[in-house]
């Protein structure tokens, strides 16, 4: 089995995300792949749980200026394409997102 899990950001994100990872390792010895951004907290405790991951560039939208928010949208079909990308090379069996700026790009391209 593979298993795509997308988004972080939060230990609320991807804390629970590891977890669910363990599991499905330990359980279903699933080969498992992260997808998240380099400003979260995934780009430290994932690869030290041991997994790989994978960084996407996508924007921020939540308390941030207008221009901050309109590039967003901007570049988000580039995110998009990106993470269809991925999903073509890893061929996951599952996709699961956890909330988070990568998770939508992800899901959307699932």
Do not use: W
């Amino acid at each position: 089995m593979r298993v795509l899990i997308a988004g972080g950001g939060t230990g609320g994100h991807i804390i629970p995300a590891l977890a669910v990872a363990r599991e499905l390792v330990a359980r279903h010895k699933a080969e498992v792949l992260f997808v998240g951004t380099a400003r979260g907290m995934e780009i430290r405790l994932v690869p030290e749980a041991g997994f790989n991951l994978r960084l996407i560039d996508v924007g921020q939208l939540k308390n941030v200026s207008l221009v901050t928010r309109l590039r967003t949208l901007l570049t988000l079909p580039r995110s998009i394409f990106d993470c269809r990308a991925l999903i073509r090379e890893f061929q996951p069996n599952v996709v699961f997102g956890v909330g988070g700026y990568a998770s939508g790009p992800a899901m959307a391209a699932a």
